[in-house]
């Protein structure tokens, strides 16, 4: 029994639909994942403390904190702007003594030495790793993105304290900051830009 030509052409042609469809929805579905990734990384690195990413702390249960005078922490503080963000960053202090349960604040100061209003965002790190998840951070200036204006300063303070549980071994804290620029275009423009060795060589 021969194949009509037409239904078999019309059988082909469902079929082709169907499986553009079905591949249309698995590269929907992939691409909607892939953007979802960064968000959904820092969540988990928020609530872990992987990858020395820190948490905030509750700012209600400061109150109830009980400061361990018996043990004493360096936390080392160290900071840059990357090479698409033409700002000068870095800490004020180099570092300071800290009592676990202690609330403490230390200042960033950050300058525009571009032309132009730029807005930066700051990623912050702990190290060691095991003591990521202890450090609070209650206010800072990684929470929102900053804006600068062209040749603007600004101290940029983070109040932050080591949770009492953190390991009795961990004896110095690092807290890091690399702030980046917000702007893809304004990235890109800057991105190899000897605009900030010209202004340190000027100093």
Request: one cysteine or more; charged letters at 30%; glycine letters at 6%.
């Amino acid at each position: 029994m021969e194949i009509d030509p037409e239904n078999r052409d019309e059988k082909f042609s469902r079929a082709n639909r169907k499986t553009s469809g079905k591949l249309f929805v698995v590269a929907l579905l992939m691409f909607g994942f892939g953007y979802a990734l960064i968000p959904l990384y820092e969540v988990i690195c928020d609530i872990t403390g992987l990858n020395g990413k820190t948490q905030k702390g509750e700012i209600q249960l400061v109150a109830d904190l009980k400061v361990d005078k018996s043990r004493t922490i360096t936390v080392e503080f160290t900071g840059h702007a990357s090479s698409d963000l033409p700002w000068e960053f870095r800490p004020e202090k180099v570092e300071m003594q800290v009592h676990p349960g202690e609330v403490m604040i230390a200042n960033y100061f950050a300058r525009n030495i571009s032309a132009e209003s730029i807005t930066g965002r700051a990623t912050p790190s702990v190290a060691p790793n095991k003591a990521a998840k202890h450090f609070k951070k209650l206010e800072c200036f990684c929470f929102t993105e900053q804006t600068l204006a062209a040749g603007e300063s600004k101290e940029m303070p983070v109040r932050f304290y080591i949770d009492p549980k953190v390991p009795k071994d961990v004896r110095r804290v690092t807290l890091s900051y690399a702030f980046y620029n917000g702007d893809k275009e304004s990235a890109e423009k800057y991105r190899g830009s000897d605009i900030l060795h010209v202004s340190r060589a000027s100093r």
